[in-house]
C-alpha cells in the first residue's frame, strides 16, 4: 500500500492522562475511530471504499498512532499513516 507517513511530537501542557483524554476527545470529534487494538492505541479514519473515489485528502484513509515515553511523560509522539493508494498527492496536500 502506497502511503506517506508523518511524524510529529508534541509536548503537552498537562500530565499525559488529561492530555490524551482531551486527544482522544479532539479526534474522534473530528471524524477518528478509537481501537485500543493492536498496541499501541490508534486512530482511525476513512475506508478503502471511500478512499478510492474520493477527490479530497480529508477522505483519505489515515492511521494515527499515539504514544507517550515513559522516560518525557510530558511529550506525546503522533505517527501519521496516511493511505494514498489511487491518489494523485500533490506538494499542497502533503
Not at 477518528?32 to 478510492?52: D, E, M, N
Not at 522516560?71 to 506538494?91: K, S
Amino acid at each position: 500500500m502506497p502511503a506517506f507517513r508523518i511524524e510529529r511530537i508534541v509536548e503537552l501542557p498537562d500530565e499525559s492522562s488529561v492530555a490524551l483524554r482531551r486527544g482522544y476527545t479532539f479526534m474522534t470529534a473530528h471524524g477518528y475511530r478509537y481501537s485500543a487494538q493492536p498496541a499501541p492505541p490508534s486512530f482511525h479514519r476513512g475506508t478503502r471504499l471511500t478512499h478510492l473515489i474520493s477527490l479530497t485528502p480529508k477522505s483519505w484513509q489515515v492511521t494515527v498512532a499515539i504514544t507517550v515515553p515513559e522516560e518525557d511523560p510530558m511529550t506525546a509522539h503522533c505517527l501519521f499513516t496516511v493511505d494514498t493508494t489511487g491518489q494523485i498527492v500533490t506538494l499542497l496536500e502533503r
